[in-house]
């Protein structure tokens, strides 16, 4: 009888642990939740365009330490409807869990509601790094790339610095949320690079949920921030869908 009573306290036990776990999680999505809509509200009072950025992402692993990738993304606005299509492709070696370096090409078609404006061309070199710091249940990561730019019927070859600073931070099982600024950084003027230094930022919130092994589905918000070359400046709210695969 008092085995059954302490086996019953421990059951008991379990059961609260359990329940404050999840408890807590879903304070953590409220929280992040929060954050996310007052970040929405605050931009869209000074908002230029909302739009919506859609994206696949394919990693595949070609050997222990080597991997492809192919990532394209299409954007949409309501004041210049049909505007970006991006296709970059990359190879990457992995050096250990937390750093990997890159090198690609990426070749983007700008429009002005679905009509074809230009193209631009960069070679990128990237380091990413994650999961380098832990906080808690967060994990702290980012990467740094570098771009050289070219554009048709353009002049000149422009240089771009993009760090990038994310946290991850756990909510129930393996559905996550991430935290991420990044900045673009001019580091020359051309004829289409007119401004010297910061020329956008990015702050975005997305919800990654995995839907298989090798698959994962994210949805979240991004605000992007440009600045313009006689201190002009406007924003763009866009909400972001994208399906990753890894394979």
């Not at 409220?30 to 909302?50: F, K, N, P």
């Not at 906080?135 to 993009?162: F, H, K, M």
């Not at 991420?180 to 949920?209: C, K, P, W």
């Not at 600045?227 to 709210?237: K, M, V």
């Amino acid at each position: 009888m008092v085995h059954r009573d302490l086996g019953g306290k421990r059951r008991c036990d379990d059961t609260r642990w359990r329940s404050s776990s999840r408890m807590a999680a879903l304070m953590r999505v409220l929280v992040v939740g929060l954050v996310a809509m007052t970040s929405c509200a605050t931009t869209s009072a000074r908002a230029d365009d909302t739009q919506l950025w859609a994206s696949t992402r394919l990693t595949a692993r070609l050997a222990p330490h080597i991997m492809a990738s192919n990532e394209t993304v299409y954007r949409t606005s309501e004041e210049r409807g049909d505007y970006d299509f991006v296709d970059h492709i990359q190879a990457g070696y992995q050096f250990n869990r937390h750093v990997t370096l890159w090198i690609g090409y990426t070749h983007q078609t700008t429009m002005s509601h679905g009509r074809k404006s230009y193209t631009e061309q960069r070679f990128r070199q990237q380091v990413n790094f994650e999961n380098v710091v832990r906080l808690g249940p967060a994990q702290l990561g980012g990467r740094l790339r570098i771009e050289q730019r070219w554009r048709n019927a353009q002049s000149g070859t422009g240089w771009r610095v993009r760090p990038q600073e994310k946290l991850v931070l756990p909510v129930i099982g393996k559905i996550s949320v991430s935290i991420s600024h990044e900045d673009f950084i001019d580091l020359n003027r051309t004829s289409f690079q007119s401004v010297a230094g910061v020329e956008r930022m990015r702050n975005a919130v997305t919800l990654t949920v995995p839907l298989n092994k090798h698959l994962s589905l994210e949805v979240g918000y991004l605000q992007q921030h440009l600045f313009g070359p006689t201190n002009s400046s406007s924003d763009a709210n866009a909400a972001t869908l994208a399906v990753s695969g890894s394979f």
